[in-house]
Nanobody, 119 residues
Framework: QVQLVESGGGLVQAGGSLRLSCAAS????????MGWFRQAPGKEREFVAT???????YYADSVKGRFTISRDNAENTVYLQMNSLKPEDTAVYYC?????????????WGQGTQVTVSS
């Protein structure tokens, strides 16, 4: 089965940057649409960004201009570069394979990585 493993989370000050990685095993995801979602304490899961096989990207308004999603198909890895981080970005970030934004669903999910932004 496909497994997604996130890494790169941590504690960072407001205005700082983090780069999250999601490594896939079990099969290549070259033809898959991939995405990132996040869930803050007491909040519902929300969409962050997606990227398709041809590198087309889509972002939530809350992160547009600050976050960049990218993928390296040869390494079966998707990234989320997060710049100008705000305390509101604090959440567990989840990697998703073949996500559906409307239903916050996906065929596969990673275990999540914690991002904490201090003011």
């Amino acid at each position: 089965q496909v497994q997604l493993v996130e890494s790169g989370g941590g504690l960072v000050q407001a205005g700082g940057s983090l780069r999250l990685s999601c490594a896939a095993s079990g099969r290549t995801f070259s033809g898959w649409r991939m995405g990132w979602f996040r869930q803050a304490p007491g909040k519902e899961r929300e969409f962050v960004a997606t990227i398709n096989w041809s590198q087309a990207t889509y972002y939530a308004d809350s992160v547009k201009g600050r976050f960049t999603i990218s993928r390296d198909n040869a390494e079966n890895t998707v990234y989320l570069q997060m710049n100008s981080l705000k305390p509101e970005d604090t959440a567990v970030y989840y990697c998703a394979a073949d996500p559906t934004i409307a239903t916050m669903s996906a065929k596969y999910w990673g275990q999540g990585t914690q991002v904490t932004v201090s003011s």
